[in-house]
């Protein structure tokens, strides 16, 4: 952290990388967002957060400290929060630049590293040297030596704890380590009091750079917005910022590179590489017509694109934002970990203060219980918790972008990992969702032309997949004048008035209300039932295929331990059941309305023992379902707006197998996390163990707190490697 920092632990000391890319697209008018360029000490983030929620007028604050980001909801302009910000970051960790995210820029550790490591040069030469003058020259020029140290590895450390305690932070790590540290001295134990400063200095290099690696290795994954576009005015090409262009110009993008707007293809065919967004290897081939989106790499040929969104609204940038604000909602374990570090350090220092004061009343050897109390003041600040958790859960949202999930907080991939139940919509998830018009009934005089064309006239506005592959079998021409009062009736059919007949179209529960009597249709297929004047006029069968990969998926997710998988659908029962069998499921439910879809989900939810339930569906037309559910998953959010606003999760693309690789990196993830509390844990205790009974030095308790942290922070890196 800053050299003259306030606030921080020799585990909170990275520089913040990635902090400085915008994402000029805030979630609300009366939200503004600022990077923190060097923001390294988590539980400073944690005060400054605070801060910043207690300003009168600010409704929420949300301080990324993995990426380095503050987010603060409030009606006041942004220029008038940049300063209010600025002067209570400057109150708690001084030295951290903030700027609005539109004008940060990725920087290097400069001379603040150099520094530190300057610094830890000429200590540590200072700190061997004593140990040469003591042996060969004096003690009295050897104390010199080791204080000359002191002085130059923990300098800055006393001189932030003079600023901090000014403001009454008993509790800040600076302090503590300087009354540790000074407290040593007091008792003549010189090398021990410079080791502690010198493996701080160290820890603070060290974690920090590994901090600020773990933090690049994030935002590369998301890194892959272009910064440029090539504009096509007349026979010219002009490079340009992708937000200069506007909807309905012509771009050029060459072989190899990323496509920077969305597009339709209006000259040239091409393989594009869509891995960075669903990760897909095989690449997909494009030609006329074909819609384009930003962020996927064009492979073989050059392509003309006809922009058709602004930079601010392609998918890309939302996707980008999504992730980004991911990290935003925190998962239990994480808000634990935080009112837990509230109350750690300050029950720690009161340990340490009863160790030194009681015992000696009693046993007498007061330097000695004072020497041990000072092992529990190194060990005070929870820092190996605070930097990987978050990072931990951050590394996890990246890892599923990159295998083209998007997991929209913490919360949620926390809960993606207690996965009990699954329950699938059938129709464009577990089934294709294109159907094709394989039979026609008439009945009662009518010819199958005839039930054809009125079955198409009535669904003329609809977009429905049953609805469009009706129209598309029927080649002539129609006409909608000979329509009158069309009405979509939701989860049963249309009643519309076609010639002058009255025309009902949709599910048999629809014909039978009205007191038409409907014959069993015995085809395997979904049928859409045709009543015109009052009379059953005939029937279409209309079939859906079974999604590759769907026997796959259920089978991962039997093999990773999920309970149950079932489906629910508004298909009839036949065709539910031969789905239901090919797949093997554990429960179906058929003919459901979309209220009766709700009951069944709350009924399957009843029947979760411990775990979650995850109900899976397109993200369009099962939005409550999904809203209900304890995690809601839309699959084939690439390009869908509405998708990716109705899930928790989104599976980029049309496997139903991402949502296994998804509940597998929610379990890693929650996994590690839980591994770098139980270091955390078992090493601070036993720290503290070994110091009450004398078996420990400060100089030991320091190196190991500060292995504990760098440990924990690569171990949440691995995440994103695993």
Not at 250 to 257: A, D, F, K, N, Q
Not at 613 to 622: A, F, H, T
Not at 670 to 680: E, F, M
Request: charged letters at 20%; glycine letters at 8%.
């Amino acid at each position: 952290m800053s050299e003259h920092s306030t606030c921080g632990s020799q585990c909170c000391c990275a520089h913040a990388a990635g902090d400085d890319c915008r994402i000029d697209n805030p979630l609300t008018s009366a939200s503004c967002r600022f990077s923190l360029q060097g923001l390294g000490c988590a539980s400073c983030a944690g005060k400054i957060e605070a801060a910043v929620q207690e300003l009168p007028h600010v409704s929420e604050a949300y301080l990324n400290f993995t990426a380095g980001s503050l987010r603060v909801d409030s009606p006041q302009p942004c220029h008038q929060l940049l300063r209010e910000v600025r002067e209570i970051v400057e109150r708690f960790e001084p030295g951290v630049a903030v700027r609005p995210w539109a004008e940060a820029k990725v920087e290097e550790p400069g001379s603040r590293i150099k520094n530190q490591i300057i610094r830890l040069s000429i200590g540590a030469a200072l700190f061997i040297l004593a140990f040469l003058v003591d042996s060969y020259i004096s003690s009295t020029a050897a104390v010199v030596c080791f204080l000359a140290s002191y002085a130059i590895t923990g300098g800055s450390v006393l001189w932030a704890a003079q600023n901090n305690l000014r403001r009454g932070g008993w509790f800040d790590e600076h302090f503590l380590m300087s009354i540790a540290t000074v407290g040593a001295l007091f008792l003549g134990e010189y090398a021990e009091a410079v080791a502690v400063m010198i493996f701080y200095l160290l820890g603070e290099i060290v974690q920090g750079r590994a901090v600020d690696h773990s933090r690049r290795e994030i935002s590369a994954l998301l890194n892959i917005r272009p910064d440029s576009a090539n504009l096509l005015e007349g026979h010219q090409v002009r490079v340009v910022p992708p937000e200069e262009i506007s909807i309905g110009q012509m771009i050029l993008v060459r072989p190899g590179e990323r496509v920077p707007l969305d597009g339709i293809i209006v000259e040239g065919e091409s393989l594009l590489d869509s891995s960075a967004l669903t990760g897909e290897s095989r690449p997909r081939r494009l030609t006329v017509g074909d819609e384009v989106l930003a962020g996927l790499i064009n492979n073989t040929s050059s392509l003309t694109l006809r922009v058709v969104k602004l930079s601010a609204e392609s998918s890309l940038t939302r996707v980008i934002e999504l992730v980004e604000q991911a990290s935003e909602k925190k998962a239990n374990t994480e808000r634990f970990i935080t009112r837990f570090a509230r109350i750690y350090t300050p029950a720690v220092v009161l340990i340490a203060a009863l160790i030194a004061l009681l015992p000696p009343i009693f046993v007498g050897s007061w330097g000695d219980w004072f020497y041990r109390a000072l092992i529990f003041l190194v060990v005070s600040c929870p820092c190996a918790l605070l930097i990987s958790i978050p990072l931990g859960f951050f590394g996890g949202i990246g890892r599923a972008s990159k295998q083209g999930i998007l997991v929209k907080g913490g919360n949620y991939l926390e809960a993606l990992a207690q996965t009990e139940s699954v329950v699938f919509d059938k129709t464009g998830t577990l089934t294709e969702g294109v159907f094709d018009l394989q039979k026609i009934f008439p009945a009662n005089g009518f010819s199958a032309d005839e039930v054809l064309e009125l079955a198409a006239l009535a669904e003329i506005d609809s977009n429905h997949p049953i609805a469009e592959s009706i129209r598309s079998a029927h080649t002539k021409k129609l006409s909608r004048s000979r329509l009158k009062g069309l009405q979509e009736i939701a989860g049963f059919g249309i009643s519309v008035q076609i010639d002058e007949r009255s025309v009902l179209l949709g599910q048999r529960k629809l014909l039978e209300q009205e007191g038409i009597d409907v014959p069993e249709a015995e085809e395997i297929g979904s049928p859409v039932f045709l009543a015109v004047g009052g009379k059953y006029a005939g029937a279409l069968i209309i079939s859906d295929r079974l999604r590759e990969g769907s026997a796959a998926a259920v089978a991962a997710l039997r093999k990773m331990g999920v309970r149950k998988v079932r489906m629910l659908s508004g298909d009839r029962q036949q065709e539910a059941a031969r789905i239901a069998d090919e797949l093997q499921l554990d429960g179906w439910k058929a003919e459901l309305l979309p209220e009766q879809k709700l009951t069944a989900l709350e009924n399957y939810q009843q029947k979760c023992r411990h775990g979650r339930l995850v109900m899976v569906g397109d993200g369009i037309n099962d939005a409550p379902v999904l809203a209900r559910a304890d995690i809601g998953v839309a699959m084939g959010g690439l390009g869908s707006d509405a998708a990716i606003e109705a899930a928790d999760v989104v599976l980029m693309t049309d496997e139903p197998g991402k949502l296994a690789e998804a509940i597998e990196t929610a379990r890693l993830t929650r996994r590690i996390v839980w591994q770098n509390i139980s270091l955390a844990f078992v090493a601070k205790c036993a720290v503290m163990l070994l110091g009450l009974f004398g078996l420990a030095t400060i100089w030991q308790a320091i190196f190991a707190d500060v292995g504990v942290a760098l440990l924990a922070v690569l171990n949440a890196v691995r995440i994103i490697k695993v």
